[in-house]
């Protein structure tokens, strides 16, 4: 049986304007905003500015999603939730975005846009990159301040398959932190932003990634345990 928050006849109803069915699903998926509220609190912001941002982010989602793309409603709904509060951050100073990085969100918004036209379908975090000509974790980072929702758990291969990037977790608390590790991402030296890059972005083997990078498949999993463990400490902080 299909979890609440994913109703496939409720977002059909939801679609065709009918408010009892919108109402429902905002009230169904209230979890994802407390979740993200928890992500955000203690860093300036007092809990309910956060929550009620988030619902604003709740209610944008639910008018914006679109059942056809096959996305789960949370894996699309996180990312807007999330950067209606990170508008809050912007608005009220705690966490400043430099000039250059207002100019690259401007920047993947035009190319979202171009790319969504072309392809008639949102794209993944790495075509917009390769689009902007830019590193995948520059492009996260750009679509994060311009708070556009992006589908992160696809890629595809040569032949237009689908493939997963990152697995998406139904419980919303880890939703969440496969979301921050974008912002972990960030932090990492270079070298260890390229490993995890082709290992989780874009989907290669220990060995595809050792032979990219000139290393052994052995020094790639030593390596990539690290890494692990690096982030997983920056994201329990």
């Known amino acids: 049986m299909p979890a609440p928050n994913n109703n496939r ?5 939801a679609e065709k304007g009918d408010a009892s069915a919108q109402t429902q699903i905002i009230e169904n998926n ?7 509220a928890r992500h955000f609190s203690g860093k ?6 956060l929550f009620q941002a988030g619902c604003m982010g709740l209610v944008k989602a639910v008018t914006g999603f679109d059942l056809g793309r096959g996305v789960r409603f949370s894996t699309y709904a ?9 508008r809050l951050f912007r608005d009220d100073g705690p966490i400043k975005i430099s000039r250059s990085l ?4 401007l920047k993947a918004t035009r190319a979202r846009e171009i790319l969504n036209k072309r392809l008639c379908r949102e794209p993944t975090l790495n075509e917009l990159a390769s689009e902007m000509q830019i590193d995948p974790t ?3 980072q750009a679509l994060e301040a311009a708070a556009a929702p992006l589908s ?20 919303e608390d880890q939703l969440i932190d496969r979301l921050a590790l974008k912002d972990a991402i960030l932090t990492l030296p270079k070298e ?3 490993l995890i890059i082709l290992r989780y972005f874009q989907g290669k083997t220990q060995t595809e990634t050792a032979r990219v990078l000139g290393m052994t498949q052995v020094q790639v999993s030593r390596k990539e345990k690290k890494i692990l463990s690096i982030l997983r400490n920056h994201l329990a902080e």
């Open 9 to 13: 006849a409720l977002f059909l109803r």
């Open 30 to 36: 209230l979890g994802l905003v407390h979740a993200a």
């Open 44 to 49: 300036g912001l007092e809990y309910d500015d």
């Open 78 to 86: 996180v990312p807007v939730i999330m950067g209606e509060m990170r």
């Open 102 to 105: 207002k100019e690259l969100s």
């Open 138 to 140: 520059e492009a996260a």
């Open 152 to 171: 992160l758990t696809k890629t595809r291969d040569d032949a237009g398959n689908e493939q997963a990037d990152i697995p998406v977790d139904s419980d």
């Open 192 to 194: 260890f932003r390229e």
